[in-house]
Nanobody, 121 residues
Framework: QVRLVESGGGLVQAGGSLRLSCAAS????????MGWYRQAPGKQRELVAT???????NYADSVKGRFTISRDNAKNKVYLQMNSLKPEDTAVYSC???????????????WGQGTQVTVSS
């Protein structure tokens, strides 16, 4: 059984920073891309940032220059450093990973349960 567990969410004032972490655990064979997505109340889930195993990053325009995604392949973790936070960044942030279980051949997209980020004005 593979799990993704996020941590690091919370309440912060506008202009502040938070660092989210996501750890993949279980019988993991290999992980390709990892990413962060968010969903605000009444809105669809949107991509925040992704990172390949080799470190190629992709960001939503709304977070470029403020957020940084990184990963530790040895620890099966992905991080999201969020600076200069705005009230419109308020959402549930979820991580995902294209992951192959150790007993499997194919890659599947796995999701964490999400962590709440609230930015007050």
């Amino acid at each position: 059984q593979v799990r993704l567990v996020e941590s690091g969410g919370g309440l912060v004032q506008a202009g502040g920073s938070l660092r989210l972490s996501c750890a993949a655990s279980g019988s993991i064979g290999s992980i390709n891309a990892m990413g962060w997505y968010r969903q605000a109340p009444g809105k669809q889930r949107e991509l925040v940032a992704t990172i390949t195993r080799g470190g190629i990053r992709n960001y939503a325009d709304s977070v470029k220059g403020r957020f940084t995604i990184s990963r530790d392949n040895a620890k099966n973790k992905v991080y999201l450093q969020m600076n200069s936070l705005k009230p419109e960044d308020t959402a549930v942030y979820s991580c995902n990973a294209d992951l192959r279980p150790s007993s499997g051949t194919y890659y599947y997209t796995n999701w964490g349960q999400g962590t709440q980020v609230t930015v007050s004005s």
